[in-house]
T-cell receptor
Framework: GAVVSQHPSRVICKSGTSVKIECRSL??????MFWYRQFPKQSLMLMATSNEGSKATYEQGVEKDKFLINHASLTLSTLTVTSAHPEDSSFYIC???????????FGQGTRLTVV | GIQVEQSPPDLILQEGANSTLRCNFS?????LQWFHQNPWGQLINLFYIPSGTKQNGRLSATTVATERYSLLYISSSQTTDSGVYFC??????????FGAGTTVTVRA
């Protein structure tokens, strides 16, 4: 299957700072990338959808000014959590699809802890 | 969006037992996938199965799209099968909605 790499896998930051998470498709061109958030013992909730070269589409209730998404190339999307607060602590996972397939492949996830 | 319901929420098995996990979805889909989330959080693709039947080793899956459900079968379960199994489904815009998951515990 296709490979999606997410970095970093774990990050601890101070309240008020910003954190950038990268999601790369390593062996295919990802026309669409998705960002999810997962709280402990819960399911994945879609935050936003990004298409290469376009503005991201955010799900209802997701603050677009807090969660900045950039999809500047067919292999890279970034999620920046701005002015992070402890309530932003969570597990963030990206996924990508492309090559004419509807199958989605997921990165390893990033565990963000805001202290 | 599509509503996805998984059952049972928890499943405890003795090693060697067989089991069936169910996923019901509320609308027509063009993408349905089963995942296994490992202890580190990585989602492992098990099946891409918007319709039909597939098998991979001890795992198999069947989706009956007209009746809006999918089944994941685990045969001869092993302790390494433990973890959370997610079903996710998506309509024409390809966004996947996830079910709440089934937590499987396989005891030696």
């Amino acid at each position: 299957g296709a490979v999606v790499s997410q970095h970093p896998s774990r990050v601890i930051c101070k309240s008020g700072t910003s954190v950038k998470i990268e999601c790369r498709s390593l062996d295919f061109q990802a026309t669409t990338m998705f960002w999810y958030r997962q709280f402990p013992k819960q399911s994945l909730m879609l935050m936003a959808t990004s298409n290469e070269g376009s503005k991201a589409t955010y799900e209802q209730g997701v603050e677009k000014d807090k969660f900045l998404i950039n999809h500047a190339s067919l292999t890279l999307s970034t999620l920046t959590v701005t002015s992070a607060h402890p309530e932003d602590s969570s597990f963030y996972i990206c996924s990508a699809r492309g090559g004419g397939s509807t199958e989605a492949f997921f990165g390893q996830g990033t565990r963000l802890t805001v202290v | 969006g599509i509503q996805v319901e998984q059952s049972p929420p928890d499943l405890i098995l003795q090693e060697g037992a067989n089991s069936t996990l169910r996923c019901n979805f509320s609308d027509s889909v063009n993408n349905l996938q089963w995942f296994h989330q490992n202890p580190w959080g990585q989602l492992i693709n098990l099946f891409y199965i918007p319709s039909g039947t597939k098998q991979n080793g001890r795992l198999s899956a069947t989706t009956v799209a007209t009746e809006r459900y999918s089944l994941l079968y685990i045969s001869s379960s092993q302790t390494t099968d433990s973890g959370v199994y997610f079903c996710a489904a998506g309509p024409n815009d390809y966004k996947l909605s996830f079910g709440a998951g089934t937590t499987v515990t396989v005891r030696a």
